[in-house]
């Protein structure tokens, strides 16, 4: 079993849909990251949380540690964020990362 | 603010030859960590250096790959007689402490082809 999960693998939606990516680790972090990735592109970071709920602009990303559960939301979703979606932890004192496997989003007209 | 440079952002090398991979990390940070996405795969932790020093190659290959990050200039990821498994993009990260991830930051990676 991995040490963190994705889910869904694949999401297809219609411009304007709500959407839903979960994350679910296995470890001990002291930080969770969701990163955004294009095809063939480099990689940003979208949010870095330890707790709670952070907002930027269409997007929301929470965090529950007790149940060792993250969510990233997407509000009315537009073909611009279509890319790959990431997320991994971060733990100890070493602040290497562990990545999922990614949530691949196709959002269409 | 340049962030965090990784140079180039494409190389093609020939089996048997070596690459270099540098990356700048951004300004005030001096953890530098490289990770490896395979095609259609994850990424993958594979060395966490500071200046001059080693902190964690657990993800290194045992053979062939070496990294450095000197007192001056880029770290440098290196890899000897290049195999078409290598092929893949290497991206470098940096972090201005090894607490809490706080301030991590990727570059935009260095896509490797082996011909």
């Known amino acids: 079993k991995n040490e963190v999960e994705q889910s869904p693998q694949n999401l297809t939606a219609q411009e304007g849909e709500f959407i839903t990516i979960n994350c679910s680790y296995s470890?001990?972090?002291?930080?969770l990251h969701w990163l955004q990735q294009h095809p063939g592109g480099g990689i940003v970071s979208l949010f870095m949380?330890?707790?709670g709920k952070k907002k930027h602009g269409r997007l929301i990303a929470t965090i529950n540690i007790q149940e060792k559960h993250s969510s990233l939301h997407i509000t009315a979703s537009h073909p611009r964020d279509s890319a790959v979606y990431i997320c991994?932890?971060?733990?100890?004192?070493?602040?290497?990362?562990?990545f999922g496997t990614g949530t691949r989003l196709q959002v269409t007209l | 603010n340049a962030g965090v440079m990784q140079n180039p952002r494409h190389l093609v090398r020939r089996r048997g030859q070596e690459a270099r991979l540098r990356c700048s990390p951004m300004?005030?940070?001096?953890?530098v960590y490289w990770y490896r996405q395979l095609p259609e795969e994850g990424l993958k932790f594979m060395v966490y250096?500071?200046?001059?020093?080693?902190?964690?190659e657990s993800g290194m290959p045992k053979e062939r790959f070496s990294a450095e990050f000197p007192k001056e200039g880029p770290s440098i990821l290196r890899i000897q007689q290049v195999v078409r498994g290598d092929s893949a993009a290497y991206f470098c990260?940096?972090?201005?402490?090894?607490?809490?991830?706080?301030?991590?930051?990727f570059g935009s990676g260095t896509r490797l082809t082996v011909v």
């Open positions: 990260a940096s972090s201005p402490t090894n607490r809490g991830s706080v301030g991590y930051t």
């Open positions: 470890v001990g972090i002291s930080a």
């Open positions: 949380l330890s707790s």
């Open positions: 991994a932890v971060g733990g100890g004192t070493a602040s290497k990362l562990t």
């Open positions: 300004k005030g940070h001096s953890h």
């Open positions: 250096l500071q200046k001059e020093n080693i902190i964690d």
